[in-house]
């Protein structure tokens, strides 16, 4: 059973950082590409970033140059490293695994709040 448990969401003050980790089981890891997704109310599901088994890393546009995803494959597990954060990253963050359309994998979410 595949399984993707993430952690380190909260609140946190505009300008703040915080970081968000996501172990995954039941996979082989090191061969999927990994990501972050957001959703926050109201709008769709967006890409947060993603790095692929090589280490190739994306972004969505509104958060390059402030978050950075990176993996460790000797723990199964996904980060996301989040700085000058904005009202506007409140959101759900899920971590996915994706390897075919057959083999794609959601966590169950991690609320995040950006908050005075």
């Known amino acids: 059973q595949v399984q993707l448990v993430e952690s380190g969401g909260g609140l946190v003050q505009p300008g703040g950082s915080l970081s968000l980790s996501c172990t995954a089981s039941?996979?082989?890891?090191?061969?999927?590409?990994m990501g972050w997704y957001r959703q926050a109310p109201g709008k769709e599901r967006e890409l947060v970033a993603r790095?692929?088994?090589?280490?190739?890393?994306n972004y969505g546009d509104s958060v390059k140059g402030r978050f950075t995803i990176s993996r460790d494959n000797a723990k199964n597990t996904v980060y996301l490293q989040m700085n000058s954060l904005k009202p506007e990253d409140t959101a759900v963050y899920y971590c996915?695994?994706?390897?075919?359309?057959?083999?794609?994998?959601w966590g169950q979410g991690t609320q995040v709040t950006v908050s005075s």
């Open positions: 996915n695994a994706h390897m075919t359309v057959r083999t794609d994998y």
């Open positions: 039941g996979i082989i890891f090191s061969i999927y590409t």
């Open positions: 790095i692929t088994s090589g280490g190739t890393t």
